[in-house]
């Protein structure tokens, strides 16, 4: 992948973009740039690997649904993460030529990525990138949601045969909407994408 080519596209389109070598130096960051705010945090294996939920947690309020209070329900974790100040998100899929995508079943998740926040991260490994748009596509459909629905144990095929998506009709579906921001949204202040040079998430 092209990861000069795709930071380039990305602020052409308006993005902030940064670029860390490593999961550490990306979590130091974010740990330096986000101080007593709330935040809201969407599910996201690259953002727990990373260890971002200790370091933010200590001085800001932090929403998500993984790391909520005993007692919370998940439905009031996603309204108070929907409303922060703050909004982390990973992604699906970031096309070279710049489109961002990400596919959800709740929503929640990618609701946040388009309303309301005063600043947006999206944080991913450079794994995540993608060609173009049709190969970012493929990719959020073929790789990432297969591995979530077996992450999730999902009785869908591709959680059962982990190799693509087959457009299920199962109840257990987890792909239900696709989101492309072609360029940050109105609705939020400021939309970064922090780029990392290592092999995160799906
Ligand atoms: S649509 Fe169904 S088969 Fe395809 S990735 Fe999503 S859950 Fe799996």
């Not at 970012?136 to 999902?154: E, G, T, V």
């Amino acid at each position: 992948m092209n990861v000069a080519k795709t930071m380039e596209n990305l602020k052409k389109r308006g993005f902030t973009v940064s670029y860390f070598d490593t999961a550490a130096q990306a979590a130091d960051y974010l740990d330096r740039s986000i101080d007593s705010q709330s935040v809201g945090v969407g599910g996201s294996v690259t953002l727990r690997d990373m260890g971002v939920y200790e370091k933010l947690a200590a001085h800001n309020e932090v929403f998500w649904q993984w790391y909520a209070p005993e007692g919370t329900s998940q439905e009031e974790t996603y309204r108070k993460a929907e409303r922060a100040d703050v909004y982390l998100s990973s992604v699906n899929a970031i096309a070279e030529t710049g489109e961002i995508l990400n596919i959800d079943g709740t929503g929640n998740r990618v609701a946040a990525t388009l309303y309301g926040h005063k600043k947006l991260y999206l944080v991913t490994g450079i794994n995540k990138i993608a060609a173009d748009y049709d190969a970012a596509l493929w990719r959020a459909r073929n790789i990432a949601s297969p591995k979530n629905a077996q992450r999730l144990q999902k009785k869908t095929p591709c959680a059962l045969r982990g190799d693509k998506c087959y457009d299920c009709s199962s109840p257990d579906r987890i792909c239900r909407g696709l989101v492309v921001l072609w360029e940050p949204v109105k609705g939020i202040g400021e939309t970064e994408v922090v780029l990392i040079g290592e092999t995160l998430g799906y």
